[in-house]
């Protein structure tokens, strides 16, 4: 997925400008004020000359704009007691609640201890009377009782592939990409990988696995078995996968590091599945897979009696998915469930199937219908019934819910599941409890805006955090019928006095008639009798929704920060949700089949022609702005509908989709040899001398997600072609802006459309 969820250390630097503007070439490494100066004019677009106004530094600062909250919410498998991390002044601690009693305390602070030790690492263990913590170096053993903490095993980088065995007896892991085994009384170690390398991946993921199939969040690529007798494991070979160069300057001489990285059309790792017992000199197993087996999702899951693993497979063209199951006393292998669709599967959506406590019965999430719903389903994959119908959908996205990969809770009883969906509107998510035997659908949660829930161990309690567009997040704890317990937490906003925007969601048509979902921010003080320019603010592509009812630092592109500068510059800031988008549907997201830039632009532009219409909205002053996808959308549109948008803003965008990876790319295009036409007519690369704004081009010079290479093709064709342009390399930063070069994208955006869309 092309907007990532990085987190990484931020460095501080001097931001650097270069590009070519009208015809002039020139290389800039200047200071923050003399980069504002060049962009909006001496004074007018450096916002930290003008006082009382906020500037991109004052809205990136840590808690400026939501203040601390629970994060990181865990139940202890057993009961009711809630496990959560909480920032403030810069430290982060290890909290824990009592549900039943409204008792909390904290359980862990790593100030003053060994190793760095990472709180949000922490794992409960299945008996619910210890965590495990990952350090810089080890792994931590700490009591949940007595607060005592024991340095269990050198580890590594481990964090996101430790796990406790189902018995609690052992923890597993993986150091230099091999698989290891630890006893927790005793300390021993077992090594059960040995062949573990740069490009062999032994029960972890490599990059592209981790970007595009998991949930970015302490993914591991094994599963045991309930009985703590098996392991299975995935193996991603790499070493036919081609090496991308990351260059860091910060060293004499520069250093480069290399990131396996399949580019659309090109060798993917080689994903083998095998299994081994805990017996003494037990061999390694290779499970079998079904014959057009590409891909293996990282979501693995046993019957409850330990009796078969189940795995998800998928072959290249992402239109056949199958939930197989695997016998390890016999070796043998069975497809239970086949999934299939002309156009592509969203099989980054699906999840292992959850058991019944018979272990005769499962549910799984199925788009067949169109819409993500639920079905029961018999072990040896008859289907029981469909539980949920309708033009609405379960929410399965990592990203939007508390706990990664588990969309579906299941109380112990097996009665009732739990779960988000956008029943209510596309715009929000709200809360379900599902009576499996009568079908009947109850919501829970009753606050506007977009919720995201995780059960209890024990099935009496939910925690559910929420947030409207106005209103910053809220941490409830509920029974699990509905009933409100106490709110945990209530976040606080801003601690900055920010302008009064107003911010409204619009329906209009799209030219086929088709109903898409806008928002509309207005400046503080706003006069319908005075004419405003706007910024479209875009993403456009696959996967992900814009426009929704929820705070806007909940979301990965910066809605506020975006929403105080652009108005505060006197623009109105406008946004919509195209064909393609998440949330609305697979109908709704395929008319992108094929070529990547069309479609989005025929929906992005009814919104244009609606903000024309509007009699207090310049129609000579529109402009554009988009990050990742939303990048490669501001350079297409520019090229392609020139007469539309006065300037635009690209940030880290795609300009030729064979630059980019294999399993997103060819989910939504195939490979550049199946459709040599679609590749062509979205490649921006060689158009780019077509362009006629001057746009302001902004990319991490360390992004490992869409490549330098992107931006620097489509300049280069810029210079050669005596386009106008600006250019914002941010040093150290990847595909996620953090710190100061958030803060150098967000004022020099704003600073850029000062200049260039505010005259008339």
Request: hydrophobic share 35%; net charge negative.
């Amino acid at each position: 997925m092309l907007e990532a969820h990085e987190r990484k250390t931020v460095t501080r630097r001097l931001p650097a400008a270069c590009g070519r503007f009208l015809g002039m070439p020139f290389v800039l490494l200047v200071t923050w004020i003399a980069v504002l100066s060049f962009l909006g004019g001496c004074g007018d677009g450096d916002p930290s000359h003008q006082p009382g106004r906020i500037t991109a530094r004052m809205l990136v600062e840590p808690g400026a704009l939501v203040g601390p909250g629970p994060e990181n919410l865990d139940w202890n498998p057993r009961g009711a007691e809630l496990a959560f991390t909480e920032t403030q002044d810069g430290e982060t601690v290890l909290w824990l609640y009592h549900a039943s009693t409204g008792d909390r305390r904290v359980l862990f602070d790593p100030r003053g201890r060994p190793d760095n030790i990472d709180v949000t690492s922490a794992q409960w263990s299945p008996r619910g009377d210890a965590m495990l913590l990952a350090g810089d170096d080890y792994l931590w053993l700490l009591q949940v009782g007595t607060g005592e903490l024991r340095q269990l095993v050198e580890a590594g980088a481990s964090r996101t592939a430790m796990m406790f065995s189902p018995s609690g007896l052992q923890v597993s892991f993986v150091r230099d990409n091999d698989l290891y085994i630890v006893g927790i009384g005793d300390g021993l170690e077992q090594r059960i990988t040995f062949d573990g390398s740069d490009a062999v991946f032994n029960g972890c993921l490599d990059w592209v696995y981790n970007e595009e199939l998991a949930t970015r969040s302490a993914q591991p690529g094994y599963a045991w078995s309930p009985d703590s007798k098996w392991l299975i494991y995935m193996r991603l070979d790499d070493s036919r996968v081609q090496n991308d160069p990351i260059t860091d300057y910060s060293t004499v001489p520069p250093t480069v590091r290399y990131v396996r990285y399949p580019t659309a059309g090109s060798p993917n790792p080689l994903a083998s599945l095998h299994a081994v017992s805990l017996e003494a000199g037990a061999q390694i197993l290779n499970i079998p897979l079904p014959e057009d087996t590409e891909y293996i999702l990282p979501f693995y899951t046993w019957t409850p009696d330990s009796g078969e693993a189940l795995f998800i497979t998928l072959n290249r063209d992402q239109t056949l998915l199958r939930l197989n199951a695997w016998n390890p006393v016999s070796g043998t292998a069975r497809i239970v469930i086949e999934e299939t669709d002309p156009f592509w599967i969203n099989e980054d959506y699906y999840g292992a199937p959850v058991f019944l406590p018979d272990g005769q019965r499962f549910l799984w999430l199925s788009e067949r219908s169109g819409f993500m719903h639920l079905y029961l389903y018999s072990r040896g994959g008859e289907v029981m019934r469909q539980l949920t119908r309708g033009e609405w959908l379960i929410e399965t996205t990592a990203y939007n819910l508390i706990t990664p990969g588990r969309p579906v809770h299941l109380d112990p009883s097996g009665i009732r599941a739990y779960f988000t969906s956008t029943q209510d509107s596309p715009l929000g998510r709200q809360v379900y409890c599902l009576d499996i035997a009568s079908g009947e659908l109850k919501r829970l949660s009753r606050q506007a805006g977009f919720h995201a829930m995780t059960l209890s161990g024990d099935g009496q309690y939910l925690v559910d955090q929420y947030s409207c567009v106005d209103t910053p997040p809220v941490t409830l704890i509920l029974k699990a019928d509905g009933s409100e317990v106490e709110i945990l937490a209530r976040c606080a906003g801003p601690s900055l006095d920010l302008p009064q925007v107003s911010r409204e969601f619009v329906t209009i048509c799209a030219n086929d008639g088709a109903e898409l979902y806008c928002q509309i921010v207005k400046p503080e003080g706003f006069d319908p009798r005075k004419k405003y320019g706007a910024v479209v603010h875009w993403y456009g592509g696959p996967g992900l929704q814009l426009v929704s009812d929820r705070y806007g630092t909940t979301n990965i592109f910066n809605h506020i920060e975006r929403d105080v500068l652009y108005t505060q510059e006197g623009f109105i800031v406008w946004r919509l949700d195209n064909r393609g988008s998440f949330g609305r549907g697979h109908a709704f997201e395929t008319p992108i089949y094929g070529q990547l830039g069309p479609a989005a632009l025929d929906d992005q532009l009814a919104g244009v022609e609606y903000l024309k219409a509007l009699p207090y909205v310049d129609p000579n002053r529109i402009g554009s702005d988009g990050k990742s996808f939303g990048g490669f959308l501001t350079l297409y549109a520019l090229i392609h509908a020139p007469d539309r948008f006065r300037c635009g803003v690209a940030g880290s965008g795609p300009t030729d989709w064979t630059y980019y990876d294999t399993i997103y790319t060819e989910r939504y295009m195939k490979t550049p040899a199946q459709n040599p036409q679609g590749y062509a007519e979205s490649e921006l690369i060689s158009r780019a001398g077509a362009i006629r704004a001057a746009p302001l081009i902004i990319h991490g010079l360390s992004d490992t997600n869409v490549h330098l290479q992107n931006s620097v093709n489509f300049i280069e064709v810029l210079e050669q072609t005596d386009k106008p342009f600006f250019f914002i390399p941010l040093p150290n930063e990847d595909h996620h802006y953090e710190g100061d070069g958030l803060a150098t994208a967000l004022s020099t955006s704003a600073a850029y459309f000062a200049q260039q869309n505010g005259g008339p």
